[in-house]
């Protein structure tokens, strides 16, 4: 991946309101394969501590939108066609950590699987809490 085109991921990323308001992280920014992390914060938890799906879910979509966009050279806008997340256990951590990566990239579409880890901070043990299928379109 080229600087010019991490720069715009990055940029993007950090224009991003609603991952400010869930103190988001790009992590690791490659061609084919983008990580973020979410921490914590009680908005996004249940009772009994996990995280929501609905927050799984929504990270792997932001997270395979990114993937998708670092597979082209140039600036791109990509936007979903298909989710589908299977949840595998509780999410039950410190943070979200999501690792999404480009199985298929084409001119137009491109398929991502998703993988979303609950992270103990103390012992850095990563829990496997969901997977997912993501088929994402370029509409620029």
């Keep these: 991946m080229t600087d010019d085109k991490r720069q715009l991921i990055e940029a993007s990323f950090n224009r991003s309101?609603?991952?400010?308001?869930?103190?988001?992280?790009?992590?690791?920014?490659?061609?084919?394969?983008?990580?973020?992390?979410?921490?914590?914060?009680?908005?996004?938890?249940?009772?009994?501590?996990?995280?929501?799906?609905?927050?799984?879910?929504s990270l792997v979509d932001v997270s395979s939108g990114y993937s998708a966009v670092s597979h082209y050279e140039d600036d791109c806008y990509v936007v979903t066609v298909e989710l589908k997340v299977n949840y595998l256990r509780p999410a039950i951590g410190d943070y979200l950590l999501s690792k999404s990566y480009v199985i298929k990239g084409g001119k137009k579409i491109s398929t991502i699987r998703t993988e979303i880890f609950a992270v103990n901070e103390e012992s850095k043990k990563e829990t496997h809490a969901a997977t997912s299928l993501v088929t994402m379109m370029r509409i620029k």
């Design 17 to 57: 309101e609603t991952l400010k308001f869930y103190n988001a992280t790009l992590i690791e920014c490659e061609t084919d394969f983008v990580s973020i992390k979410i921490p914590k914060q009680q908005l996004i938890t249940r009772k009994h501590g996990m995280f929501n799906g609905a927050m799984i879910a």
